[in-house]
């Protein structure tokens, strides 16, 4: 099988509006948001088939290798935003590890704090709330007017940032604050009563 490789070369970044029955299998050296607003397609991942309805999204990387191939022949349609890491900030490269763009301060998220990465992964905007950004996107970046490459910058951000809520450890630091809430509580209602971490461990129920 040939794999095509495409690249942004000198810009950051590119947004189209595809509606191609078929698109050849390829890889890119740059991280790639899709969005189908219309239709459904098979997604081949890296070998592996995901079928992608109207309202799906996913975020890829530069090593990632992927094709589309329409259904029943129906036609399909895609928003693709491409776009380099220097498109956040310009000391960043394609050998910028995730984990540090995700850490810069326009996105500020850690990369301790997700229970998978969200490369790859296939999401949904059940609310609706990324298809005016990711249909925007095309528009700037045809217009080209005075700031569009700001709004397409934040526009990146506000995808990766729902890329990264889907799968952001919240429940857990939700349990952890429980915890800690029901110790304060026992040490506070017992502070006259000598405590050890075992007597607090037992009557809490905790391990």
Do not use: W
């Amino acid at each position: 099988m040939i794999v095509k490789t495409s690249s942004l070369q000198d810009f950051p970044i590119c947004v189209t509006r595809g509606s191609k029955k078929d698109i050849n299998y390829h890889r890119h050296n740059y991280y790639e948001f899709a969005y189908v607003y219309e239709g459904m397609v098979d997604h081949v991942l890296n070998g592996e088939h995901h079928i992608l309805r109207d309202g799906n999204y996913f975020l890829l990387s530069p090593e990632d290798v992927h094709t589309y191939a329409a259904i029943n022949d129906e036609p399909f349609r895609i928003v693709n935003f491409m776009f380099n890491p220097s498109l956040i900030d310009p000391s960043f490269t394609l050998e910028t590890p995730f984990k540090e763009i995700i850490k810069h301060p326009l996105i500020g998220v850690s990369h301790k704090k997700l229970v998978r990465s969200p490369l790859g992964v296939q999401f949904s905007d059940d609310a609706g709330i990324l298809r005016p950004i990711f249909i925007n996107s095309v528009t700037e970046y045809k217009q080209r007017k005075v700031g569009y490459i700001n709004v397409l910058r934040a526009n990146a951000v506000k995808g990766i940032i729902a890329c990264l809520r889907n799968v952001y450890a919240e429940q857990d630091d939700n349990k952890k604050s429980y915890f800690v809430e029901n110790i304060i509580k026992y040490a506070n209602d017992n502070y006259q009563e000598p405590i050890s971490l075992s007597q607090i461990c037992e009557e809490l129920g905790y391990s």
